[in-house]
């Protein structure tokens, strides 16, 4: 079975890769989806690869031919050998541009097409996939490891077109003369060597000195994303003694890589050399003998240089085919992760749409952990209003994620219109239950953008009713009206410009706007005041037209709102029935509200 992976919007355009066939293939041919339909270009630059490299093959010998023909002997005129050179000379040139845009172009679309589908699907990742994974590597895997990629795409048919120049020189020397192809060859296994050497000792640092990039990187991000509470606590001179000890640290690895390479890299350049004087030594000797041209000598010189790229090159090569390897092999891991939530194969679409949600038996707790949630039994009517009420850490807001299905349940299911959540279209899901946060996260564009983020079928579209009516039942329009550009204000990072209460309130208004059966306010409105969070339920009562409401929150006054208060005490429900009823009955309850409620009211007694 190929488990297809599917491409989101833009990366629509992007083939499959087939994501279950794991690592048994190379991973080139896993590439074999992206690389596919770039093959014509590859084949045809490499077309143009060998031309150039049978041209430069060619030179040395024409070269060598010219000087005996028309230097050594005068038999011939010396004009049309040079037009010759210089028309092999622009052709070679012209060739090799095209040839290696052809490379780069094929390497910059695949890595344009990687990402795109990294992205993809790290979308379409789960809660809980973000739970275990660090932000911040995944980011840098997403960078250097496509770049890692790219550029062993676009190096490594160079190297083999120098390969294979190498092994034509070679033929064409061989067939001059065999003495002195002996003399010009003899220095290059110490070239190789070398070359080797050096790999071997800047392979390791390689990965150290991207490590300690890494560190380099975090420090600045951190200490930029979290400068508020840097500046807060006057940290600035801890945060930079930070930096320089990580940039110390990056430092060092590169002082030794400059090291290694100064005390190698001459050794590498000079190497060939000796070939060059071994080659004068011989050929000079066997000319002398009259048993070789002088032109041979000429060639034999420009050969070295094309014989030894390979050999310096292969080092180099060698690291950074492993690297991608190892690159891609991360790459892949990541697209092989499959989503733990997704869509049914055969999902219910027909369900009737009035927002009932039913719990029988819920077990769940994060990753390998204790259940938090122990088996609870809860059902709630179309159109009622219910606040959750528990203490800190009980489970609330878990609960409310197990609502729109951002995790599944260990045990026991959820039901919404009698259809277990699983067998439902994820995005039905989500348009059906909305969950708004304490601590919303608005992007940096217009308050408008913000607002429709729900709603494709809304975005720019100028402003109509039924942002404005969100926005109203929100409590939202007055700060929004009163902001320098009205709804097209754009606000800063994650929302940096507005206050906790101006955040919530457009979260509420963006979740309104999808009009979803069932709104979920997991103190989403704990930063408002408590006359407007009043005002807001109102609203919210007034235009619910039978919307199922959940929510939790810790100020008495909104508890009371509530048609039904269920208490959720060490992972199941204990009690469920009105506030006052409760209040009442239950000694629990009464303990509950003392440790949690806010103190703007009064506690009851
Ligand atoms: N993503 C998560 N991964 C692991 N543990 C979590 C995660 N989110 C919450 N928890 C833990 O689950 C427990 C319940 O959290 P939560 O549902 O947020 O409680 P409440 O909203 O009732 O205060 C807490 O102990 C919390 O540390
Ligand atoms: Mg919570």
Redesign the pocket.
């Known amino acids: 079975m190929t488990d297809l992976l599917p491409g989101a919007g833009a990366a629509a355009a992007i083939p499959p890769v087939a994501a279950s066939e794991g690592l048994r293939l190379g991973w080139i041919r896993r590439l074999w989806p992206v690389l596919g339909p770039q093959r014509w270009i590859v084949i045809g630059s490499f077309a143009v690869g060998l031309v150039a490299l049978s041209i430069s093959v060619a030179v040395p010998t024409i070269v060598g031919l010219t000087i005996d023909r028309t230097i050594a002997s005068t038999a011939s005129p010396l004009e049309p050998f040079l037009v010759a050179l210089v028309v092999l000379a622009l052709a070679r040139g012209v060739l090799s541009v095209v040839y290696r845009y052809g490379l780069y172009r094929t390497a910059y679309r695949v890595e344009v097409d990687v990402r795109g589908l990294l992205f993809a699907h790290l979308l379409e990742q789960t ?2 996939f973000y ?1 275990r994974i660090q932000t911040g590597q995944l980011i840098s895997r997403a960078q250097s490891d496509v770049r890692s990629v790219q550029l062993y795409l676009a190096v490594a048919p160079l190297i083999l077109t120098a390969v294979l120049s190498f092994v034509v020189a070679i033929v064409v020397m061989l067939a001059t003369s065999i003495p002195l192809t002996l003399a010009a060859v003899v220095a290059l296994p110490g070239v190789y060597a070398v070359g080797v050497a050096l790999r071997n000792r800047l392979f390791p640092l390689s990965w150290i000195i991207q490590g300690r990039q890494a560190e380099v990187t975090g420090v600045v991000e951190e200490s930029i994303a979290g400068v508020r509470v840097v500046q807060a606590f006057g940290a600035e001179s801890r945060q930079v003694e930070a930096m320089a000890n990580a940039t110390r640290r990056l430092r060092w690895a590169n002082v030794d890589q400059g090291t290694i390479r100064a005390r190698l890299a001459p050794l590498l350049e000079n190497l060939p050399r000796v070939g060059s004087v071994l080659v004068l030594l011989l050929g000079g000797w066997l000319v002398i003998e009259g048993r070789l041209e002088i032109g041979a000598i000429v060639a034999f010189n420009s050969y070295i240089v094309l014989l030894q790229i390979p050999f310096r090159f292969l080092g180099f090569f060698l690291i950074l085919s492993q690297r991608a390897r190892a690159s891609a092999e991360r790459i892949f891991e990541v697209l092989d992760a499959a989503p733990e939530i997704s869509d049914p194969p055969v999902p219910v679409t027909d369900r009737e749409r009035a927002g009932r949600i039913e719990l029988r038996n819920v077990r769940f ?3 390998d ?1 204790d259940d ?1 949630l122990r088996g609870v039994d809860l059902t709630i009517e179309p159109g009622e209003s219910v606040a959750i009420v ?12 197990l609502l729109c299905r951002y995790y599944d349940p260990r045990d026991g299911e959820i039901l919404l219109d009698g259809v277990d959540l699983r067998d439902l279209l994820v995005g039905d899901v989500r348009a059906s239950v909305v969950v708004v946060p304490d601590e919303p996260f608005l992007f940096s564009a217009s308050l408008l953008d913000n607002l429709t983020f729900g709603r494709p079928d809304l975005i720019g579209a100028p402003l109509g009713e039924q942002v404005r009516n969100a926005a109203a039942a929100a409590d939202a329009t007055g700060f929004i009206e009163a902001s320098d550009d009205g709804y097209d204000t754009v606000v800063g990072e994650r929302g940096a410009t507005l206050s906790g209460g101006q955040r919530q309130r457009l979260a509420l208004a963006r979740a309104l706007l999808v009009e979803p059966e069932v709104l979920v306010l ?2 989403a409105l704990s930063a408002i005041d408590v006359h407007v969070e009043a005002r807001v339920h109102e609203s919210l009562d007034s235009l619910r037209a039978g919307r199922t409401t959940v929510f ?1 929150a810790h100020r008495l006054s909104t508890i009371t709102l509530a048609k039904r208060v269920v208490l ?1 005490d060490d992972g199941v429900v204990v009690e469920t029935g009105t506030h006052a009823r409760l209040l009442e009955t239950s000694a629990r309850y009464r303990e509950v509200l003392a440790t949690t409620l806010t103190t703007d009211e009064d506690i009851p007694t």
């Open positions: 809660f809980s739970d707790g994060y990753g952990g938090l528990g203490t800190s850490g009980s489970g609330k807001s878990t609960l409310a994620r997991d103190d939790i959720l």
